[in-house]
């Protein structure tokens, strides 16, 4: 269930085969983003890694997590649509 709280900030980061990068990524926002009322969307873009189950392990440790998926990759710009369609920051 979503927080019914608007986030000031979003960030929408397009995921493709990103299951050994995206932990770190993500722990590193958490951290600058530390105070601000914020959502990170994560966008599985046709992934074929098990990036969609990072992506859930991420939203269960942090929560603000947004997960987004497409299914047939089509390019960077194309995740980077359907994110910020999911964004409310």
């Known amino acids: ?7 000031e900030l979003s960030v929408v980061i397009p995921s ?3 299951q050994a990068t995206l932990p770190a ?3 590193q926002l958490v951290r600058i983003l ?3 009322a914020y959502e990170i969307v994560l966008v599985n873009n046709g992934s074929r890694d098990a990036t969609a189950q990072v992506i859930d392990e991420l939203k ?3 929560g603000n997590i ?3 998926d497409v299914q047939d990759n089509v390019g960077w710009g194309d995740g980077v649509i359907k994110g ?3 964004a409310r920051g």
């Open 25 to 27: 990524t993500v722990g």
């Open 60 to 62: 269960g440790k942090y």
């Open 16 to 18: 493709y085969n990103e």
């Open 34 to 36: 530390d105070g601000v």
């Open 84 to 86: 910020c369609a999911k």
């Open 1 to 7: 269930m979503e927080s019914t709280v608007l986030p």
């Open 66 to 68: 947004v997960r987004v």
